[in-house]
């Protein structure tokens, strides 16, 4: 029988109106005017991107019993990532790698992805996002092992200071067998594609 955990992302409100004044504030602090028909809108869109951005869809983590007792690694690779900085508000974008050693549940494969995105809906750093996805699905399936890389491009660095465009950040984050056994640490990178 499956086992279900309702998700939520803890929102403290989202305030449209006041998001839309400041983004307003903001550009004419700039310099922009926002008078032009081109303009107008610019402020309630930014306002609404970011609370996109910053909002995640709530999500039932299900899982089932183990009944065949497998024990190889499971992979999802090539999540799509997107997430904002949380030191300039930029966007980073990329892929992630997440896998696990099941113990006696199995994991819905969609929930990777589901609780991927719960974490990367608010401002974060790349080292954070990674450490958070391995350590709630350490908590709440308690597998043998968990894995979980991330390769992004982050805005913050390609469009603005160094304009190091094209270079892209690579974390990783591995618990029990995946970190503490050199043959699955190994199919786990391996089979993420990570040994190029």
């Not at 400041?22 to 107008?40: C, H, K, M």
């Not at 999500?59 to 499971?74: A, I, K, Q, S």
């Not at 608010?122 to 890389?149: C, D, M, S, Y």
């Not at 465009?165 to 503490?180: E, H, I, N």
């Amino acid at each position: 029988m499956p086992v279900s955990l309702h998700v939520v992302h803890e929102s403290q409100g989202v305030d449209l109106v006041a998001a839309e004044r400041a983004a307003e504030d903001f550009l004419r602090a700039l310099g922009i005017s926002t008078d032009s028909p081109n303009l107008r809108a610019t402020p309630r869109r930014m306002a609404q991107a970011y609370a996109d951005l910053f909002t995640s869809r709530p999500f039932d983590l299900t899982t089932f019993p183990n009944d065949e007792g497998y024990d190889e690694l499971v992979l999802a690779r090539g999540l799509p990532v997107r997430s904002v900085c949380e030191h300039h508000l930029l966007p980073f974008t990329g892929v992630a790698h997440i896998g696990y050693m099941p113990g006696d549940h199995i994991l819905g494969l969609s929930k990777l992805a589901r609780v991927l995105e719960h974490f990367a809906c608010r401002p974060q750093v790349q080292e954070r996002l990674t450490k958070q996805i391995a350590e709630w699905l350490g908590e709440h399936l308690n597998p043998k092992g968990v894995g979980v890389v991330i390769e992004a491009e982050h805005s913050c660095m390609t469009l603005r200071g160094v304009q190091a465009t094209g270079s892209s950040t690579v974390t990783s984050s591995l618990s029990g067998l995946l970190r503490d056994d050199p043959s699955s640490r190994q199919e786990f990178f391996a089979l993420a594609g990570l040994h190029r």
